[in-house]
Structures are given as C-alpha cells and as structure tokens.
C-alpha cells in the first residue's frame, strides 16, 4: 500500500486520504485491549489506555468532507470523561445508588453528538438547559408531595410515579427509527414519551436529588421491566425478593441498553428481525451462504428497491435502511464502553459497506484475536457458527480487496455526507428553549 490512500467510499459524497501509517499505528494501539471476565459473565474490557488512542472513522471522514465536527467531538469528548469514570465496582452498581458517574449528563453527550451529526446547526445541543429541567422535576415532585417524605415507602413510591406517570404524563414508547425520538433523552424530556431506559434514568435521577437533599432514609431500588409495556417502578429494597435481581439495572447495564437501542433502531438494514445486526449486514455484504435461506418475497424485494430509491434522493428516514452516520457513532460509543467484543466485528462489517476496507480489516483482525484468545466462546450469547462463517468470509475478502493494487470503489449518494432530511432532533433542541409545560 503507498503512504497515503485515496478513499471513495459508496456511503460518503466525496473522496478523501487517509495516512496508511496513521492505519498502523491504530493497530498497534488496539493491541493495548485486554478484554476478561466479569463476575456476572459479561465481557468486559478492562485495559490502561487514553481514549485518544482510539482510532474511530466516523468525525475523521466526515471532517474530510468539510462537516463541521466541532459539537459532534466536544459531545464524544464529554461521554469519554464520564464513562472514564466507570470502575469495576460502578459498572456493577444500580443506577438507584449509581454516584461515580452522571447518568443524565452521559446520555444527553450522546443525543448532543448525535443531533450535531445530522442537524448541522451551528448551535449545540443545550445540555446543560436539558440537565436543569432534569433538576426541576425534582424540585416540583417536593413542592408537591412533601408530606410524603414523612409517609411509608409505599406511600412514597405511590406518589413519585403518580407524580411522572400521570402529572407529568410521562409514558413508555417501544422506540424504533419512526420513534427514534423516544431513545434521546432531551427529546423525551420534551416529548414526556421514551423507552423503558429512559424512564429509568428518570426515575433514578429524581431519586439521586432526593437522596443528595437528605429527604430518604430507606434504601431504594428500580424495577426495570423486560416486557414491552411495563413502566419502570421503585420498591423497599429490603423487602426485595430474589426474583427482582435480573430487573435490577446498573450504570454499565443502562449505558449499554441505551446505546444498543440507538444501534438496533439506526442500522442501515433492517430486513429480516429474526437475525442478529451483523447477519443483516453480511447479508447485504453476500458473506453468508444464502442456500438454508428462504426466498425473499416480491413484496420484500420491491419495499427494498423503493426505499433505496428514496435513499438516493436523500430521504433518510427509511425504516428498511436506516442512519448509517448514527449506527457508527452508536458502534464506536459501545467499543468505548468497552463490554463486549462483537462490538469490534459489528463496528469492522459497517465500515467494510462504507468503502473503509483497510481500517474494517484492522477492527476485525482485533475481534478475531481477542476472541480466539478468551473464554468468550464458553458463554450462552457466544457468536453462532453462521456468524463465525461470516466474519472469515469477510476477512478473506478484505484481504483479496487490499491486495488490488489500486482498488476503489464507486461513489453512490451518501449516508454520511449528504445532508439529512426528515430529522426530528433539531426541532427537539428548538423546543427545549421554550418553557416547559
């Protein structure tokens, strides 16, 4: 490969050069992951690096291409310094009595980042406005509930989620890219609708303002539901039973729902549901073989082909093919979040559908490394023998690619340079300079 190669990706408007040697030296920084076992089974990374060592495409193609990134990297920089604050023994601590990190404060880094990199506007996401409607919930629920203070935990919890469910009318939305809104916490701030996450974190921070104000004097835990109407809701801890432990969320459990549900919602294929996000992609990408495969319908086909069409006007609003710059920016927070290797392999397929065949390889030559070398396999959630199909396919034609001498690739309407239509997120800013309800 010559010192600087010349990049024409299928999902960015444009071209643009990135050093091979600023690719090599990436690689020798990922070996710097060390990713183990915690004592839940989960995988998480538990390595000594800088951030900055990280070596992400997304702002880097996207500044190449004359995007204004300036919101986009404080926003990345400011989740950075807060998960840099997860240890071991925080990411295993309820968000109930979570203290290490500032959960609303996270979340809202991620909608900021996310509304700069397909609003473009010149003015950032307010975060700091959107904070103190987070403080003034819990101002208001004292101004009116303080005799509960004085009443039974039950009474307590009572008059919290009559206060958030009915008075201030908040209410849970099974989110996907039509209600993208519901997965932003600014949004269901304004909007008073979200997941069941971002009810969560609601509740959490009212009680971390009512504990920080000295009004508890009983410990408190959040019942997070798994079903898809459920509302989240507190309880005694200790008159909790063993069957509540799944339903207990930790700050390293919210982040991860949160983030998962901005990757599952913006990732650029969307057909077939019953197959993990990669398959999807490797899929489109011919990796797997389609002989068990049952032919896709001419009504699946034609939906396809229409919302390609839209795509290649620049509406990109399709619930068939997704957010690509938002699916990035969701991959490259959850590798930052350092809780599960197929995260890099996830990361490595989009980059290979966005024309990024070098830095693709190295993510997945990572994943490949690190999986092999760890007691992963040995877990329920493990990747199926399609998956590890898929990702060898992939990998010898990412070699075969980057063994032409002079490859390229043709240049189609862009998921990453083209300016968004459809977007809800700005108008969401807008609305939080108004006065709240």
Known sequence: ????????SPWVSGAFTLSSSSASS????????????SSCGRVVCRAQYASEDLKFVLHHALDALGTDIAHAKVARDGFCSEIKR???IERETSISINRGVDLGKTALYIAAEDDSLISHSSVPLPVDAFIERLDDLSMDYCSHYSSAFRASPEIFFETLERYLYIN??????????????????????????????????????????????????FDVEIFFPHDSHSLPRGYHKQKSKESDQPHIMTSQSL???????????????????????????????NCIDRSNIVTESGFELASAKAAQHRLERGVWTSVRFGDMRRALSACERLILLETDLTELRDYSILLYHCGFYEQSLQYLK?????????????????PSNLEEDAVAKLMVRLNLILMEEGWSCPTHR???????IGSSTRSDAETARSKDE
């Open 414 to 420: 862009s998921f990453l340079g083209a300016e968004s």
């Open 255 to 285: 982040f991860v729902e949160m983030l998962r549900s901005l990757k599952d919602a913006f990732w650029p294929f969307q057909h077939d549901n019953t197959r993990s996000l990669f398959l999807r992609a490797a899929h489109a990408a």
């Open 366 to 382: 990572l994943y490949q490394d690190l999986e092999s070398s760890s007691t992963e396999k040995q877990l329920s959630n493990s």
């Open 86 to 88: 997860l240890s071991d």
């Open 1 to 8: 490969m010559c010192a600087m190669s010349l990049l024409v």
């Open 168 to 217: 201030k009318g908040f209410r849970r939305t099974n989110a996907n890219l039509s209600e993208s809104r519901a997965l932003y916490l600014h949004s269901v701030l304004t909007h008073r609708s979200g997941s069941a996450a971002m009810l969560s974190l609601i509740y959490s921070e009212i009680l971390k303002m009512l504990r920080l104000w000295g009004l508890l004097d």
């Open 26 to 37: 990436s690689s020798s920084n990922f070996s710097k992951f060390h990713f183990s076992l």
